[in-house]
């Protein structure tokens, strides 16, 4: 009966393609494991990025109602538009918080574009302000110049605090692009890797 048992294992030598099979998996497997020590942004950081974002847009509201108040209808539009890259902020603020991982795609780059914006339009605001301030203190307004003078001020305050933030924010985004970069050239070494395993087994990868 040993006999016969010994005999009847050693007729059946396990075939030349279950070998392939198996590095096959176990390349699979360096290659998630690779994929797994990718440099994204982890929860904590986006979280203090969210952080950030949120003081810096609470401070930048009170902005844009003074803005709004002091400017009258010729700043009306500018506010209008400054106030709907404020609400992309703070919806983004929310979905993040509830989902931090969803940084780490395309949502990430329309965060970072929202800050750039608020950025940029903040500047126009100290520019604008600046201007109509002189103009006013040569016509002899004071009161408003002062107040004006003042806006504009606060907003190259602000200005500073949105760049800082949109600074982290970019740094980020940069770190998640360059992992997608890493594991996009993973994948493609590890077909290969695959291919020639296929290869040396005698099977031919489909075209």
């Not at 030349?16 to 998996?25: D, E, I, K, P, S």
Request: proline residues 3%.
């Amino acid at each position: 009966m040993l006999v016969s048992a010994q005999v009847h294992f050693e007729e059946a030598p396990m075939p030349r393609f279950r070998c392939g099979f198996y590095l096959l998996v176990l390349s699979c497997l360096s290659f998630v494991c690779r994929a797994q020590e990718t440099n994204f942004p982890t929860n904590d950081e986006i979280n203090l990025l969210l952080i950030q974002t949120e003081r810096a847009v609470g401070q930048y509201k009170p902005l844009l109602d003074q803005q709004e108040s002091l400017f009258g209808e010729k700043g009306k539009e500018a506010v209008a538009k400054d106030r709907e890259v404020v609400k992309g902020l703070e919806t983004a603020i929310k979905a993040f918080r509830k989902n931090p991982q969803a940084f780490n795609s395309n949502l990430g780059f329309a965060f970072f574009e929202w800050i750039d914006d608020a950025d940029r339009n903040i500047l126009l605001c100290a520019s604008g302000a600046s201007t109509e301030a002189v103009t006013l203190m040569l016509d002899g307004k004071t009161d408003k110049a002062l107040s004006l003078a003042q806006l504009s001020k606060s907003c190259m305050d602000m200005s500073s605090l949105i760049y800082t933030v949109g600074e982290n924010a970019g740094a980020l985004y940069s770190r998640f692009v360059a992992g997608e970069e890493a594991l996009a050239k993973q994948a493609f070494d590890t077909m290969q890797k695959c291919i020639d395993i296929l290869k040396k087994s005698g099977i031919k990868p489909n075209k």
